[in-house]
């Protein structure tokens, strides 16, 4: 069988790249293996935060008293409720990518894919012709192979939701920003919870200071075992967890460790391209090619960006690229933006600060225990740093531990994506009360630092006491 164009994975970028194929040609086939909803809505993002929302609605509780409102001993998490709920969220999420097979009918395909040379593919035993192939099998949970042995005790972000219940002691192995997210969610619904990981990092923060301010609130919350490997042995009818600092016999062990990609029995060997360690081929990263041949490795599966806005636009990308006659000129991408949705929320906004001399910018910096604005909703915690080139007063990244962060994250991410300066942030309208002028703090921070450039704005004035204006 011949056809113009295979993608292989139904995820957010093999669904990308199909809106786009669209576009050129009905000649064309979508292969995919298993369920048919994509990761982040199925067993990612969007049941995590649906979880997390719930968890953090029940912790507002604590502040009840400080607020003068009584009784919240009262309240109690019926988790499997909880978990119910979360599952109903998770069943419409995925029903527009679980319609996709009915609705492209033959041009569909339920099955494993497997490379047979750069312009052929196996797929059931069926042999494939393509002028052009898009490689978007996504990623699985990484599983320690010795773990297997503790059956269903050990729990993935994959197949936590599934469960109807969840037992009162859950050890939580891998501190990443999944790990720190569910670890903390579940601590927050009444569970008891230990964090371990083979890094004294958290939530993938590289700033030292936002680690600094992150970590405790963190440790108010679970225990910590940082800096160590996680060792797990059974004990009666529990597992014991060892790692720095201590021990923790748990119910079950969530398995937070990120992900791999869905390359393995792909066929990457038979492209004619080298493979490094891991049996991945060097992709181009502005057009997702694989060498120079008519092949395309996106979204999780090329472990460069594992985001789904990121996924999204490598299947745009890679579909353009495919496409007959395409520019060979590759694509700019947009501004890096992660964002963890612990609490206070953690983020990164702009470029990886280890390629910037450290005489060529200057940070901006805001204290977040005293903003005004999340003085009043009980939320006073975290630091938010602002990174601007020294010589043109643009805007070069953002880290931060803050409540909002998702949203001060993205308005940064615009000024960035804009080139916008110090100077031109500063000149927007900041409104009071809201957690936005803790960002014009920053600012105005980072405006005193700056070579004076002839401008003027109040960062230049003394404070005098009043929040809102100083």
């Not at 400080?66 to 599952?87: E, I, M, S």
């Amino acid at each position: 069988m011949n056809v113009d164009t295979v993608i292989v994975g139904a995820g957010t970028a093999g669904l990308a790249a199909l809106r786009e194929v669209r576009r050129y040609t009905d000649d064309f086939l979508l292969i995919n293996d298993g369920h048919w909803g994509t990761t982040c809505a199925a067993v990612g993002c969007m049941p995590s935060k649906a979880l997390i929302e719930v968890a953090n609605a029940y912790h507002h509780r604590t502040l009840f008293d400080r607020f003068g409102l009584r009784g919240a001993d009262a309240l109690h998490a019926d988790v499997p409720a909880v978990l119910a709920h979360v599952r109903r969220l998770r069943d419409g999420f995925v029903k527009g990518p679980e319609s996709v097979p009915e609705e492209l009918g033959e041009r569909a395909i339920n099955g494993r894919a497997r490379l047979l040379g750069p312009d052929c593919i196996d797929v059931n035993g069926r042999r494939i012709k393509a002028r052009a192939i898009i490689l978007a099998p996504g990623s699985r949970p990484v599983m320690p192979d010795a773990w297997r042995a503790y059956g269903d005790r050990i729990l993935t972000t994959d197949s936590l939701f599934e469960q109807q219940h969840l037992p009162q002691r859950i050890a939580v192995v891998g501190m990443g920003a999944i790990g720190v997210e569910i670890a903390q969610a579940l601590a927050r619904l009444g569970l008891t919870v230990a964090a371990f990981d083979n890094s004294n990092r958290l939530a993938g923060i590289a700033d030292d200071d936002v680690l600094a301010a992150f970590r405790p609130l963190l440790e108010k919350e679970m225990r910590l075992h940082l800096g160590g490997p996680a060792e797990l042995q059974e004990a009666g009818r529990s597992i014991r967890v060892s790692g720095a600092g201590g021990e923790f016999e748990a119910d079950a062990v969530l398995a937070a460790m990120g992900r791999q990609p869905n390359i393995d029995g792909l066929g990457l060997e038979t492209l004619g391209v080298p493979l490094n360690d891991k049996g991945m081929p060097e992709i181009d990263p502005t057009t997702l090619r694989v060498g120079q041949l008519p092949v395309f490795l996106v979204g999780d599966a090329n472990a460069q960006r594992p985001l789904l806005h990121e996924a999204a636009d490598e299947g745009y990308i890679a579909s353009q690229f495919a496409a007959p006659g395409a520019d060979p000129q590759g694509f700019c991408r947009r501004t890096p933006l992660s964002v963890v949705f612990c609490s206070p929320q953690v983020a990164h906004v702009g470029q990886d600060l280890s390629t910037v001399p450290d005489q060529n910018r200057v940070t901006g910096s805001a204290d977040f225990s005293s903003q005004g604005r999340v003085r009043i909703t009980g939320k006073t915690a975290g630091i938010l740093k602002v990174h601007a080139d020294v010589r043109t007063g643009k805007l070069l990244a953002a880290d931060m531990c803050i409540p909002d962060a998702e949203h001060l994250s993205h308005l940064l991410a615009l000024a960035i994506e804009q080139s916008m300066t110090v100077q031109q942030m500063l000149a927007m309208p900041f409104y009071h009360p809201v957690v936005e002028e803790g960002l014009r703090s920053a600012l105005r921070d980072l405006a005193k630092k700056m070579p004076d450039k002839g401008q003027s704005d109040l960062s230049r004035c003394p404070d005098i006491g009043h929040e809102a204006l100083d």
